[in-house]
């Protein structure tokens, strides 16, 4: 696992019942930040990452927009599903 991307919270900050489309803030342990996007329909999947920039990239220092989160999208749903924190939202 990179140490770099440790999920630290994540932080629901909207929501479109009619579509399923949920985005939530994630906050790892070294300070940056992403939006994380998710659909609940056909099922509960995590779709896209997009780092904010609030501080450089952790693995490349960018400063700029770069592909380097979308490109863990798989470490990061691990992580989600295995600390649960993000619950599969219901239907109401």
Excluded at 55 to 84: G, M, S, T
Aim: proline residues 5%; positive net charge.
């Amino acid at each position: 696992m990179n140490s770099k991307l440790q999920i630290k919270n994540v932080i629901l900050a909207d929501k479109d019942l009619a579509s399923g489309l949920y985005q939530f803030i994630m906050t790892l342990s070294e300070g940056s930040k992403a939006r994380l996007f998710y659909s609940q329909k056909p099922v509960w999947r995590l779709t896209g990452v997009t780092r904010m920039l609030n501080v450089p990239c952790p693995l490349c220092r960018k400063d700029y927009y770069c592909n380097c989160f979308e490109k863990n999208i798989a470490h990061f749903n691990q992580q989600i599903i295995e600390k649960d924190l993000i619950p599969e939202p219901t239907n109401s």
